[in-house]
Nanobody, 115 residues
């Protein structure tokens, strides 16, 4: 079974930066696209960014210019570099396969942006 393990979240001040990671196992990582989602308290989970197997990236408008998704196929890991963080970026962040999304999620990693 595919496992996704997110890590690297934490508390950061507005305007700060954070890099979160997601390591996948149980699948051939190099041939799969990956995505980052987030879920804020009381809100539905929403797509943040995607990266194809070939490295093509796409971002939602609310993170364009601030977040960067990348991947290291040697480590079976996808990253999300988050800069210029805002309080509204506070959420639990999850990764998943893209576009053939798994029917389940990892534990996520909490990102809290607060002074």
């Amino acid at each position: 079974q595919v496992q996704l393990v997110e890590s690297g979240g934490g508390l950061v001040e507005p305007g700060g930066s954070l890099r979160i990671s997601c390591t996948a196992s149980g699948m051939i990582f190099i041939i799969n696209g990956m995505s980052w989602y987030r879920q804020a308290p009381g809100k539905q989970r929403e797509l943040v960014a995607t990266i194809t197997s070939g490295g093509t990236t796409n971002y939602r408008d609310f993170v364009k210019g601030r977040f960067t998704i990348s991947r290291d196929n040697a480590k079976n890991t996808v990253y999300l570099q988050m800069n210029s963080l805002k309080p509204e970026d506070t959420a639990v962040y999850y990764c998943n396969r893209f576009p053939n999304e798994l029917g389940y999620w990892g534990q996520g990693t909490q990102v809290t942006v607060s002074a």
